[in-house]
């Protein structure tokens, strides 16, 4: 990390995160993966200035729900393509809302 100064509430975010990434690879029984807090939080920091703190948490359930064997190293390295795909999800489950709604619409003249 450079010089910058830090900003304690991100950091808290930030936290917040790799405990919750944490938290999800020990709900999936991987219990041995420890992530060291005190040096990935800073790669988190990174991330939620990034991406914002709602969204990168948004990120670490969609990975895990796509993703068999989920590595704190491998969320932050392809983090741009986990949110790449997640927001062409949120646009494909609008356009598929849209279609249904014009779908019935038709259905019902």
């Known amino acids: ?50 991406f914002g703190s709602s969204f990168v948490h948004e990120m670490v359930n969609y990975y895990f729900e796509v993703q068999e064997t989920p590595t704190w190293n491998n969320f932050v390295k392809n983090s741009s393509k986990i949110r790449r795909a997640l927001l062409e ?12 709604k014009q779908a019935r619409e038709w259905l019902s003249r």
């Open 1 to 50: 990390m450079s010089k910058r100064e830090i900003d304690k509430g991100v950091m808290n975010q930030a936290v917040g995160v790799v405990e919750k990434f944490q938290g999800r690879l020990e709900n999936r029984f991987i219990e041995d993966y420890q992530i060291n807090l005190a040096i990935e939080k800073y790669k988190a920091y990174d991330l939620v200035i990034s």
């Open 89 to 100: 999800r949120e646009r494909d489950t609008e356009t598929r809302k849209l279609l249904a």
